[in-house]
């Protein structure tokens, strides 16, 4: 459907909220940061929209807990990996800038976690 008074209403129907964002405000942000400091707009628009391809829990050969999880990126990314159980953190790991397109992240659970329910946040 397409919002009420929409200039455009055919990028609506090919692009999300997300990528008309970008197409609209964040590119040219970032392409033009002197016009947008005249504008008194923000130098960089950090908004990342990634896509969650799949996530999985394994053990590896060397009986290593690990969660996999590939990404399809837009545009280069640093990742942060929080594990936390019962609200404490448990282990965080950070991934160095990833470029675009579809990454693998190989998130190490620590051996002293015994089983049960954790939460892993990537931000």
């Keep these: 459907m397409v919002p009420a008074g929409d200039p455009q209403p055919p990028l609506s129907l090919t692009f999300n909220t997300q990528q008309r964002h970008a197409v609209e ?6 392409q033009l940061p002197r016009i947008a400091g ?3 707009a923000e130098k960089f628009d950090t ?3 990634p896509k969650l391809v799949r996530a999985r829990s394994i053990v590896t050969k060397t009986r290593r807990r690990q969660v996999r999880v590939l990404l399809e990126l837009g545009e280069s990314v640093q990742v942060e990996a929080s594990l936390t159980r019962d609200g404490q953190e448990v282990a965080s790991q950070l991934f160095t800038p990833l470029a675009r397109g579809r990454r693998s992240l190989r998130f190490e659970i620590p051996e002293e976690l015994k089983a049960g329910s954790a939460r892993l946040v990537l931000t």
């Design 38 to 40: 005249v504008l008194g």
């Design 47 to 49: 908004t990342v929209e």
């Design 25 to 30: 405000r964040a590119n040219a942000l970032r």
